[in-house]
């Protein structure tokens, strides 16, 4: 399998603190990578430094085998669709209007912003100011400029933050055809294990900054029958951070 | 790539009119002055060089300063809210070329605004009965202006770029004006970057020449902007959002 | 409504709010006390400070309040607290409660430009005792129409998310103000801006100049007082106040 992401020592410190320590990462092409960790323990800054979004203290990032750094930075990043911590939009603007700025800047054809607009079905609403959204919808728009390019690989912060049960069920169908129908690699960040083990092929775990488990999904099912999946992922997080 | 941005800009501003306010803005010294110059008549000789002082003076010192620090406070201000730097910055654009596509933005709108006075200038005088407009020295205070009006636009735009409030850059760009007119009083003008604008316009003594010369002039704008844009290009490029 | 008040100040912490308004008020008075005291000056000093002052108020008072207002209530619309306050306590009196937080700060700025400016006078050596009851007119005549321009950005800041449009509509008016200050024959005008009242309100005129003798044999004179207007000042701001009020209670957040 090719590798899609690889870091190598990826460390990020503010101050004396480290929010990420030591990481290394493995993202296989045409996977769903499931970024399990209870809040606080690195995630979004990780899912940064892949983006180049903020700078690693030690380390280094590569994508698609080449080292993410100011000379290829702009060559990785058209390929890369992301969406990080909260849906960016223009809160004067439409829907598609937010999504033609993107496209302009991504090069990418108009037909585009039609198509991701019907796979998340926001394109009803596409000319009504995104100011007057409602969170789910927020995050679906979200999900579509991330979309807007079809690029190889998509990295996706808590995507289903702020939906409903049935949003979150959809999404999540979503996320896993992207692979078979469209070739992407996602990576998906949660701080709930039912959500991830739902969607996810592979899995790493990150708490306090370290990565405690990373491979198949299955082979944490099989890593101790006696315990629930709960149970694993408490022992590999410490108990004490409540889920 | 850089007319990608610049188009992306464009459409950023949609729906937000601003220009309305730079619209509006230079008609109120236009009729105002206009007027006070038919009340001062007899202490107001040279025509043409009067009025232009009557109309410039106010705004090259107070309100065009203020106004540009708005404009790209807002500028600034829309990629703030909602964590659109997030969007931005992981676009596959120069991290520089972001930067120097708002600033052209922000130019475009001083260029305007320093025609639309010059168009108001030649109407308003015409229409108090004055003839033979000087056209020469009014594209060249205009230009010169716009020039001067970029080296402020860099400034707060940098300003705006490290600074999250909305309100201080602005309130820097008032005592930026007001420290403005200090310098060009003290024989600084030509060097103090937000003194460029009124010294490029000529408002206080429209009938001398720029005494640094042209030449002059414009390399001083030229290293104040480029200076500016790439301070805020290394910020920019440097920062974790 | 203490309780509100209280809020606000805990919330306009670390924000230096009250820091940047002091900030615009020290250029305040550097810029307006900045200058060559001649002996005729320092004769007529007082007198000399009334009739000038106005106009530096005039520029910047309007912009003070259209900061302090703005940056005020810039903490709710990033923040989207409104929703939440409009639950916890009643609309209205939580625009009553930034209101006279804001106006505070800013009165208070006027006062302490106003008393700098005593002080100096008295540390150059101005050849009188201060005339303390005009000066008391002057500092009403200086915070009536700051607390009327003040409203104005009030209510625009409440009303606009926004905060450009604020300070647009804000430096389009002080433009007015201030130009319909420069334009003597037509008194008319500076009465129809809120921002023209520092000039509607100036009493005291210089007389004596001539283009011939220039400065030379100026005096300075207390004029007629326009109590009139004084009056239409203080209801204009009432019925803004109310108006603002009533849109603001109105708006959905």
Redesign the interface.
Known sequence: MNEIIRTTGLTKKYGENYSVRNLDMRVFENRIYGFLGPNGAGKSTTL?ML?????PTKGEVDIFGQRMN?KNR??I??E?G?L??????????TAA?NL???A????VPRGNIEKVLQIVRLDKQQNKKTAAFSLGMKQRLGLA?ALLSFPKLLILDEPTNGLDPAGIQEMRELIKTLPRQYGMTVIVSSHLLSEIDQMAEDIGIIANGKMMYQGELNMLHEMDKNKTLEEIFLDLTGKEQSL | MIFKLLKAERMKLKRAPVWLAFFIMPIIPALLGTINYLGNIEILQSEWYSLWTQHTLFTCYFFLPIMLGVYCAYIMRIEYNNHNWNKILTMPVSRNLIFISKLITVSFMVLISEIWIGALFVISGTAVGMSAPPYGSIVVWCLFGTLGGMVMASIQLMLSLFIKSFALPIGIAFAGGLSGLLFLAKGFGHIWPYSLMAYGMNSNSPQRMIESGYTGFVVVCVVFIAFFTIISSVILSKRDV | MIKLLKCEYRKTKGRYIFLTALLVTAVQIVWALYGKYTDTVLMNGWMTFLYQLPLVNAIFLPLLSIIVSSRLCDIEHKGVIFKQLSVISEKGKIFDAKFIYGVSIVIFCNIISWASTIIFGYIIGFSSDVPINLYLLYLLFTIAPTVAVYIFQHTLSMLFKNQAVTFFAGIIGTFCGLFSMFLPNIPLLRKLFIWGYYGVLQFVGMFGWTKETRMADVYFAVMDIDWLFFAILIAASVVMYIIGRILFCRKEV
Do not use: R, T
Not at chain 1, 51 to 55: E, T, V, Y
Not at chain 1, 84 to 93: A, N, Q, T, V
Not at chain 1, 104 to 107: K, Q, R, V
């Open positions: 940064k983006l180049g979004l903020a700078s100011s702009i060559e990043l058209k890369v992301s990080i911590e909260s849906p960016s939009y223009y809160s004067h603007l209007e033609k700025i993107l302009s800047l991504l090069d400029s």
